[in-house]
């Protein structure tokens, strides 16, 4: 089934080019089917390329997505037009009145700042409140699953040594539970981040599931008991080039980086990068659309609007 995409969003073409069956909005009205409602809270700096990258995997499943972006009114983005963010995007004074099946918060650049020094915190608390009772499942990525963990739990961050950037080896703590059904019991996932959360503060949280770790890069996949929120410290949804995209950028700025861990052929910046977590991405995506929305979400959302949530 195809993912519903505002009209000449440009990752649409991309997205074409790679046979993924994408329907524009007007298409989409005509068809007597009840889509999925995810909203997207992007927080990343190069906007487009992460739109491209999560619709990408919210596009490959055999249901019909209706997306909407979410942008910051508290923050001004410098990475991207003023216009693209006006035409494809909206802000949650618009849209705080919905309910959603699914929500997507992703990573941003400002972690090694305490959470509340962020300057659209604020903002950034009230939507993770309002998603605990306007939206079905969250799923939040790097940052936004580090200040999830924060408020929800009061877990909190810890800065590392070194930035954590390259593809790591993950293992699975239960292969039973449906978000990594069908994963192999050894995965590989990128991770590009300057914090971390205490493996053992998860472990013993009573509302909280570890999933998935890593002997080198730590807390992986985090899941609260009761299915709501999903947490994802790493980036399964980047490019092959993307870690070298960073690398290259923190090189440029003259940052005393090391070279992104068993991800170069040869450990060389030269060779290109080989993907090699894209089936377990596919995967993963699929699993929390299926699983965590689909077989979850209200049917008559209006009809629970009337009776849980009094809007």
Not at 30 to 40: D, E, G, V
Request: hydrophobic share 40%; glycine share 4%.
């Amino acid at each position: 089934m195809p993912i519903n995409i505002p009209k000449s969003l440009p990752a649409g073409e991309h997205l074409r080019e790679e046979k993924i069956f994408v329907m524009e909005e007007d298409r989409a009205k005509t068809q007597q089917i009840r889509p999925l409602n995810i909203l997207i809270l992007n927080l990343m700096p190069e906007k487009e390329k992460t739109e491209l990258q999560l619709l990408r995997l919210l596009g490959n499943t055999p249901l019909q997505v209706n997306i909407t972006f979410l942008n910051t009114a508290t923050h001004e983005s410098k990475n991207v037009s003023k216009s693209h963010l006006q035409l494809f995007y909206t802000t949650f004074d618009q849209i705080r009145h919905r309910l959603y099946d699914g929500m997507i918060i992703t990573g941003a650049p400002v972690e090694k700042m305490a959470f509340e020094e962020v300057n659209y915190w604020q903002e950034i608390a009230e939507i993770m409140d309002w998603s605990q009772t306007h939206v079905t499942s969250v799923l939040h990525i790097c940052w936004g699953a580090q200040a999830a963990l924060y408020h929800h739990y009061n877990i909190g961050k810890y800065e590392l040594p070194a930035k954590c950037s390259g593809i790591y080896s993950h293992v699975i703590t239960d292969l039973t539970v449906d978000l990594v059904r069908g994963f192999s019991d050894l995965f590989n996932a990128p991770h590009s981040r300057y914090t971390s959360v205490s493996i053992e503060e998860v472990r013993n949280h009573p509302n909280l599931r570890l999933l998935s770790y890593s002997e080198d890069a730590g807390v992986f996949i985090v899941q609260s008991k009761d299915n709501k929120n999903i947490f994802i410290t790493g980036h399964l949804e980047y490019d092959a080039t993307t870690l070298a995209d960073e690398y290259s950028r923190d090189i440029a700025k003259g940052l005393d980086i090391a070279v992104p861990v068993n991800y170069f052929p040869n450990d060389n910046p030269s060779l290109e990068p080989i993907n090699t977590w894209r089936a377990h991405t596919h995967l993963l995506f699929s699993n929390w659309l299926n699983y965590y929305v689909y077989q979850e979400t209200p049917y008559e959302w209006d009809f629970v609007d009337a009776i849980e949530y009094h809007i």
